[in-house]
């Protein structure tokens, strides 16, 4: 079926769903391939209600509610670029090795004081992700912003075809998915993909001059837009006034007068994702005093840069993923902060292939350089550096409650940071909750 029929069906449902077990009334099912034959599914949506079924395989098309096409993946993928273009607004790129949801989050903050935004549902990032969030915008949507995620070359580009963005931002490029990309220089690469998107396609690029590599790769590119914090020549000049316990800032408006803007976000790495979101909201005529109220009402949640306080002691739950540059970025701001105890539980970094011994044992060289925090390591790879021997070394977040039980940590300011495969949450939640044990 051609993409223009498939779309007069798709108008006509509630919702695209990939997982028959969550369909409902009037949705139209996607027989995805997985680790089983996703057409064998196909019947379970319709009996839940689903109106149509795609699959890919005649012999399970029983009546006119399956929808034969070729390949359901590119089926999804070719509807999600069609939809994109019938809805015809403006859709942001988002990509970067740190602080991509933050900076969607706050960006769709921002220009939600004005438009009527859609943006990337949690981390629906992917080659599945991105047609479904393309898929999940509502009709009268009238700016969306669109999450970019990738783990190898060519992915950034296949999103961009898909997507097809008028405007895009890549956060930084840093030490993520090393193994994926095949090292520093592949994540350059593939992380560009967008602004070289956007250059053949005569797209508006937001950059940050501050960060390694961004300025080489826009270069002398017009149509662009550059922020800087460190006085670099730029479009957009910011001043950091305070990074902790929240951070604060300011710019100087073209008439003179000076904004600031509060946040309840801390740390040098969110300052560079709130100077993201107030360039683009300026571009897209957002008032100051507009930007200044949607950036000091985020409140970070789902274990991204959260700043708990739990009895004596504050919690910085950073522990919803982690790479070299996030981690070493996060301990750099704990160590510049003014607690008088502060303490790192550190899970392993996943997915750096042949980089991921080196990588470790940097992170273990920085904090024996910072010296102000107490290092809680946590899985195989930290056990492998060359750790003080003074240093606790845990396996898994299973042991965290107990060690935290014996420790009994107080007035401390606690960084929990790690992959998500880590689940480090899961070890410091007892703890945070007040069921952990504590000594009497």
């Not at 509807?79 to 019938?86: E, T």
């Not at 004005?114 to 393309?134: K, Q």
């Not at 008028?166 to 090393?178: F, P, Q, Y």
């Not at 949607?294 to 949640?301: N, R, V």
Request: proline share 4%; charged share 20%.
């Amino acid at each position: 079926m051609e993409s223009n029929a498939l779309h007069a069906l798709f108008l006509n449902c509630q919702r695209v769903v990939i997982d028959s077990r969550q369909c409902q009334s009037g949705d139209l099912f996607f027989a995805l391939q997985g680790q089983v034959d996703g057409n064998r599914f196909a019947g379970d949506a319709l009996d839940r209600g689903a109106k149509y079924a795609v699959v890919d395989h005649e012999k399970w098309v029983v009546d006119d509610r399956y929808i034969l096409v070729s390949n359901v993946l590119t089926a999804l993928q070719d509807l999600a670029c069609y939809h994109r273009q019938y809805l015809g607004i403006p859709i942001l790129g988002l990509t970067g090795s740190n602080g991509k949801t933050t900076t969607k989050e706050l960006v769709a903050r921002v220009l939600s004081a004005i438009f009527r935004v859609y943006s990337t549902p949690g981390n629906y990032n992917n080659h599945i992700g991105v047609p479904l969030t393309l898929l999940g915008i509502p009709e009268q949507t009238e700016i969306a912003i669109v999450e970019m995620g990738a783990g190898a070359q060519g992915e950034i580009a296949e999103l961009c075809a898909i997507a097809r963005p008028d405007c895009g931002m890549i956060t930084n490029i840093g030490k993520a998915h090393l193994e994926g990309f095949g090292g520093l220089e592949g994540v350059r690469k593939g992380k560009s993909e967008l602004y070289q998107y956007l250059m053949a396609h005569n797209g508006l690029i937001f950059y940050n001059r501050d960060e390694p590599h961004l300025p080489d790769l826009v270069r002398d590119y017009l149509p662009s837009i550059s922020y800087s914090a460190e006085g670099r020549d730029a479009d957009m000049q910011y001043v950091l006034d305070q990074e902790d316990p929240r951070i604060q800032l300011h710019f100087q408006h073209a008439a003179g007068r000076i904004v600031g803007i509060h946040s309840s976000l801390y740390g040098v790495h969110n300052f560079k994702n709130i100077i993201a979101a107030v360039t683009i909201g300026r571009h897209f005529g957002v008032g100051d005093v507009l930007i200044c109220e949607a950036i000091a009402s985020y409140i970070p949640d789902n274990n991204r840069s959260q700043r708990i306080v739990s009895g004596t002691n504050t919690w910085v739950m950073d522990a919803y993923n982690a790479n070299p540059t996030s981690m070493a970025m996060a301990l750099r701001s704990l160590d510049r902060s003014e607690a008088e105890d502060k303490m790192a539980i550190l899970g392993d970094m996943l997915e750096l292939g042949q980089d991921a011994a080196r990588e470790h044992q940097a992170i273990i060289d920085l904090l024996k350089a910072l010296g102000s925090i107490e290092p809680v390591l946590v899985g195989q790879s930290f056990a492998g550096t060359d750790y003080p021997t003074n240093w606790p070394a845990l396996q898994s977040a299973t042991e965290v409650t107990d060690w935290l039980t014996q420790r009994d940590p107080q007035h401390t300011t606690i960084l929990v940071k790690g992959s998500r495969g880590m689940a480090l949450e899961k070890g410091v939640a007892p703890w945070i909750s007040g069921t952990g044990t504590e000594p009497a």
